[in-house]
């Protein structure tokens, strides 16, 4: 159930760095409520999941799978650059992450 409320938690970091990057484009107050309440949901089962995980291990696959998803999410809805570079990066990542999963 821990890796079940980590990939949650990374959801939380992916759409948290989504609303920042919308609020950042539109400031007005009410865009910040989103901002708090993803990453208070990724905050929230980042938690839980750390109750069987080690602390290390469980922020490393969150700040990686939410790193790589914010890059998708800017390539797919914000039209950041897209190159095979950055594409193989955001794949040793999440190797990395699936790699600490494995052996760790």
């Not at 865009?31 to 750390?50: E, Q």
């Not at 700040?63 to 990066?89: Q, Y």
Request: proline residues 3%; hydrophobic residues 60%; without cysteine.
């Amino acid at each position: 159930m821990a890796w079940f409320y980590l990939f949650l938690a990374s959801f939380g970091e992916i759409f948290g760095m989504m609303t920042i990057n919308l609020y950042l484009r539109d400031k007005k107050w009410w865009r910040l409520i989103p901002v708090i309440l993803t990453f208070g949901f990724g905050f929230l089962f980042l938690s839980l999941a750390m109750r069987d995980l080690p602390m290390g291990t469980a922020y490393a696959i969150w700040t990686g799978f939410g790193a790589a998803g914010a890059v998708l999410i800017g390539i797919l809805f914000f039209h950041e650059p897209a190159g095979w570079k950055r594409l193989l990066f955001i794949t040793l990542i999440i190797a990395g992450a699936a790699g600490l999963k494995l052996f760790g």
